[in-house]
């Protein structure tokens, strides 16, 4: 004669479930099929301010002032023993009474099933309450720091604007040519980067976004204000689809208008010579080069460098080495000049400016 099933009897197995769940820190329901709590943890009486008589044998959803009478909750609690199903991260933000706002996910499943024996539920309830505020709170700072970062957009944009105009101001007084000259190139410098930071305010800091409409937008600025109607020089951009984030854009932005201004300054002699210069952007797995090319008077390849010297290049320069590429310069009479800034290993070059 086979003894008797040890879990026949709803007593037997609220004993054993009380002894179980007892042993558990985290707060715990047991449930039969009609979702009333045949056990209940130290932890949940504990975290729940709740007393054993208010708890033991009732449903779960008269709980409490019955902050656990949820539909969707009942439905899928319902559902797993006649479907077998489990219930997991199932997240809850309820008021209590005595303890307030708590945000709580919950994970359900079958215990002790037998065939003809009593089946049970295991309700567990996690209190994430204080990684909510946490999250909450980093929301609200990140907020506020988009709120503080686009006011200071804006108020960068406005000096930006009132420097240029003060310098093309005092370049119309000043009586020396030379002096008017560095007022104009201080003027063209600020006006690009005021370019570049007009562009960037609509992207977030550090985002990708594509690099082919923002070097065109940033050229047909310096173009126009340094290209005359009699002068027949074009500026082209050849960029790709290649994505850069709005930190490595500033620096690329900064380095174009360096050497898209010396060339427009230099490398065209007569106001009616036509002439044209190609900005560059080309990418290859993790490697990309920058070019700067056009086809004017150049130099002689002893003097490539000397041509372009002075605080052009010492920018570039270090824009090149914050973004961690090397500076190459060609230049031959009369093809013009090239200026590449590489980073890593680049198979081919782009074509020069024709």
Known sequence: MSDPDPFSSIEDSRALAQAIVDTIREPLLVLDKDLRVVAASRSFYSTFKMNRPDVQGRPIYVLGNGQWDIPELRLLLDRILPQHTVMEDYEVELVFSTIGRRNMVLNARTVFYE?????????????????????RGLADLLAQKETLLQEMQHRVANSLQI???????????????????????????????????????????????????????????????????????????????????????????????????NALKHAFGQPSETGLIVVSYEVAKASWRLTVSDDGVGAPASGAHKATAGLGTSIVEALAKQLGGHVEISGTVPHGMTVSITHGAFPTRLRDAA
């Open 115 to 135: 065939g003809s024996g009593q089946a049970l539920i295991l309700l567990s309830i996690e209190d994430i309450t204080q990684r909510r505020n946490h999250e």
């Open 163 to 261: 420097i240029a105009s003060i310098l093309l101001l005092k370049a119309r007084t000043v009586q020396s040519d030379e002096t008017r000259l560095h007022l104009h190139d201080a003027h063209r410098r600020v006006m690009s980067v005021a370019a570049v930071q007009q562009h960037l305010q609509a992207t977030g800091h550090g985002e990708q976004f594509p690099i082919a409409p923002y070097l065109s937008r940033l050229c047909e600025t310096l173009a126009a204000s340094m290209i005359g109607e009699e002068r027949h020089v074009r500026v082209e951009v050849q960029a790709g689809e290649a994505d850069v984030s709005s930190t490595k854009a500033v620096s690329i932005g900064l380095i174009v208008t360096e050497l898209v201004i």
